[in-house]
């Protein structure tokens, strides 16, 4: 009987799924002080895409995902010195939080890795990978094998979050574009 409950639990640990690995790291204000240590305060925005809009990322080849986003602006007194954005993209199996920073000329800052929970790949939290981002804009590639350097063994994490940074770029322009944003 002992053995039959031994070899009934081995096989049930057998068949359960691997602990979960998650890590938070950041918050999404310390992500935007990291981005805009200038800024004296940061306030929460929502920009809203419209048909029309979500239409024109369609045409840039972005799927828009959602017509709506919360934006931190950074200020500084009356100024506005850019823009922070959370997502969250899917990386193997589980989600990827990151942050982008946008300055107001549409220039991206180094790209800020707020939470992981995939068990290999973390490495695109590495500063070397998330600094590849800053100065890219709308006019830049985005692509991993590109202009974005791929890592061994997390090239769905590295796929995943720079398709999510392309997506959030072109819907800053396009908002931009259309005065939206200030």
């Known amino acids: 009987m002992r053995i039959a409950l031994v070899g009934s639990i081995a096989a049930a640990s057998a068949l359960a799924p691997a ?20 800024a004296e305060r940061f306030e929460l925005h929502e920009i809203v895409l419209d ?23 950074a200020r500084r007194g009356d100024a506005t010195l850019g823009h922070v954005i ?15 920073g946008i300055a107001l000329d549409g220039t991206l800052k180094p790209v800020e890795i707020l939470s992981y929970r995939e068990s290999h790949g973390g490495e695109i939290r590495l ?4 600094r ?23 090239t769905l994490s590295c796929t995943h979050v720079t398709d999510g940074v ?10 931009k574009k259309s005065g939206g944003l200030r």
Request: charged fraction near 20%.
């Open 127 to 130: 500063p070397a990978w998330r």
């Open 19 to 38: 602990a979960a690995f998650a890590v938070d790291y950041l918050s999404a204000e310390e992500a935007a002080r990291l981005m805009f240590p200038d």
């Open 132 to 154: 590849q981002f800053a100065g890219k804009s709308s006019t830049s590639t985005l692509r991993v094998g590109d202009d974005i350097a791929n890592i061994s063994g997390a």
């Open 166 to 175: 392309r997506r959030i770029v072109a819907v800053f322009d396009l908002v």
């Open 86 to 100: 959370v997502d969250q993209v899917t990386g193997k199996f589980e989600l990827i939080g990151y942050a982008v």
């Open 51 to 73: 048909a029309a809009q979500l239409q024109a990322l369609d045409a840039r080849g972005v799927r828009g995902r959602s017509a709506r986003w919360q934006s931190l602006a």
